[in-house]
């Protein structure tokens, strides 16, 4: 079977695995636009969301404070593994349902959580190691409405910087980025 957020997933699940594949050793130093994160440390943060977000698929308890370090042999094709388990955890329909235990808030929100992540950090990765980077259109329209919702909270926690402003004519992507306080002309050499 299959529900919107695992339609969603799949379609934004290629793209950002697709900049991780292309990420070589010598740009895991590199800053992002993801204050206070290298590349390396993006890495294993966006790991460590498709991991957990399986276990909150399914209710799960997850770990937030064990901080392993995923970028080992083979990491590449782990993480695309890891994605595509993510993809799967959410296509139970039970996935959906409810609030999470973990999280305490709707199961469709979390989900939505981890493609809010797939596709910032995917344009993180993209835009630090100098990659193109297309999201899923459907997947970034589905995003706006979450990152508003999410924003005053997350902001208080830290996750979202402040939001930056952006143009009417602007792409949804950027507007997206915008929202969750990144800058899209965010370049390396600032």
């Known amino acids: 079977m299959a529900t919107q957020t695992s339609d969603l997933l799949a379609a934004a699940a290629p ?26 440390d993006l890495l294993n943060h966006l790991f460590e969301v498709v991991v957990n977000f399986q276990e ?12 392993p370090d995923f970028l080992a042999e083979g990491w590449r094709d782990r993480f695309e593994a890891e994605t595509g388990r993510l993809i799967a955890a959410w296509s139970d329909p039970a ?6 235990p973990g999280m305490g808030m709707p199961q469709t929100t979390v989900g939505g959580m981890a493609l809010l ?3 910032v950090h ?14 899923a259109p459907e997947a970034t329209l ?14 208080k ?3 979202f910087a402040e939001p930056v402003p952006t143009g009417a004519t602007v792409s949804d992507l950027h507007r997206l980025l915008g929202l969750t306080g990144r800058d899209p002309a965010w370049a390396a050499t600032r």
Not at 59 to 66: F, G, H, N
Not at 95 to 100: F, K, N
Not at 125 to 133: D, F, K, P, R, V
């Open 15 to 40: 793209r950002t695995v697709a900049v991780v594949r292309g990420i070589a050793d010598d740009q895991l130093d590199l800053p992002t636009p993801c204050r206070d994160y290298a590349v390396r």
């Open 56 to 67: 909150l698929a399914a209710r799960r308890p997850v770990d937030w404070a064990d901080k």
């Open 95 to 100: 996935s959906q349902e409810g609030v999470s």
């Open 117 to 119: 992540d797939l596709t």
């Open 122 to 135: 995917g344009w993180d990765l993209a835009t630090a190691t100098g990659q193109e980077y297309a999201p």
């Open 142 to 155: 589905a995003l706006h409405e979450l990152a508003e919702q999410l924003g005053p909270t997350a902001r």
């Open 157 to 159: 926690m830290g996750v």
